[in-house]
């Protein structure tokens, strides 16, 4: 009976400590298989040494996908932000190709020089995505460096005149005075302003206006577009 007994233990211990780890070794290969990472379940009856281990793999799936969603949203928005430059050096280019312009016009000149400064920004963006590592460890290289405020709305509204062209869209600057100068990553900030200024031209209609608006709020400047568009849907509101 003893011997039986003593089976039936060790039977039953095995299952206890092989049960966790098989659960591991499951998810692992489905992680291999699909590429999603994914947590182990954790039973209440799992020996405290293997629910440690089993803790710490899940917090280092927690880890690994916060930086699969950083490097996702990075390449989102850098994919969005090269769609502007490359639609207004499109734009130009065929201007430039028509026959009927004999020397180039101040709105030609214009053009080209709106082309040299998407084609510039549009580098500096691959630059950063070819940097891939620097968003695997969570970190982006910030150049902080006293900035105008003004000239930033300013820079990022140049950056979509062309485009905004297209649906004889206006912009209305309504800026603060005495903006001081702050402490910013100037491209990065310009960056997230053409995001908003590219999605407010997308979603507006012709003959339309857009607003611009730079002003001081609580010791911070506040950058903020305003259009006619549609807007958010309320399923996607905070």
Same mark, same amino acid.
Request: charged residues 20%.
């Given at each position: 009976? /003893?011997?039986?007994? /003593?089976?039936?233990? @060790?039977?039953?211990?095995?299952?206890?400590?092989?049960?966790?780890?098989?659960?591991?070794?499951?998810?692992?290969?489905?992680?291999?298989? /699909? @590429?999603?990472p994914k947590k182990i379940l954790i039973n209440n009856d799992t020996k405290d040494e293997l629910r440690k281990m089993a803790k710490t793999f899940n917090r280092m799936i927690v880890k690994l996908q916060n930086n699969i969603n950083k490097q996702r949203q990075f390449i989102s928005d850098a994919s969005h932000e090269l769609k502007t430059p490359l639609a207004s050096s499109d734009l130009s280019l065929k201007l430039l190709e028509d026959q009927r312009n004999g020397k180039l016009t101040k709105d030609q000149k214009e053009l080209v020089q709106h082309l040299k400064?998407?084609?510039?920004r549009m580098l500096r963006i691959l630059s950063e995505l070819l940097n891939m590592s620097q968003v695997e460890a969570g970190k982006i290289q910030l150049e902080i460096k006293p900035v105008n405020p003004a000239a930033i709305a300013d820079n990022a509204i140049?950056?979509?005149?062309?485009?905004?062209?297209?649906? $004889?869209? =206006?912009?209305?600057?309504?800026?603060?005075?005495?903006?001081?100068?702050?402490?910013?990553?100037?491209?990065?900030? @310009?960056?997230?302003l053409n995001n908003f200024l590219t999605n407010?031209?997308?979603?507006?209609?012709?003959? /339309?206006?857009?607003?611009? $608006?730079?002003?001081?709020? =609580? @010791?911070f400047i506040q950058f903020s577009v305003i259009d006619n568009g549609p807007g958010i849907s309320e399923e996607y509101l905070p």
């Open positions: 009976i /003893s011997i039986i007994l /003593s089976l039936l233990a @060790g039977r039953w211990l095995t299952q206890i400590i092989m049960k966790p780890i098989a659960s591991m070794i499951s998810t692992m290969e489905e992680i291999e298989q /699909s @590429g999603v400064q998407d084609n510039q140049n950056a979509v005149t062309t485009t905004a062209r297209e649906k $004889n869209i =206006h912009f209305q600057k309504n800026y603060s005075n005495e903006i001081p100068t702050v402490k910013a990553d100037e491209e990065k900030t @310009g960056w997230v407010a031209i997308k979603y507006s209609s012709e003959n /339309s206006d857009i607003s611009v $608006n730079v002003k001081t709020s =609580h @010791g």
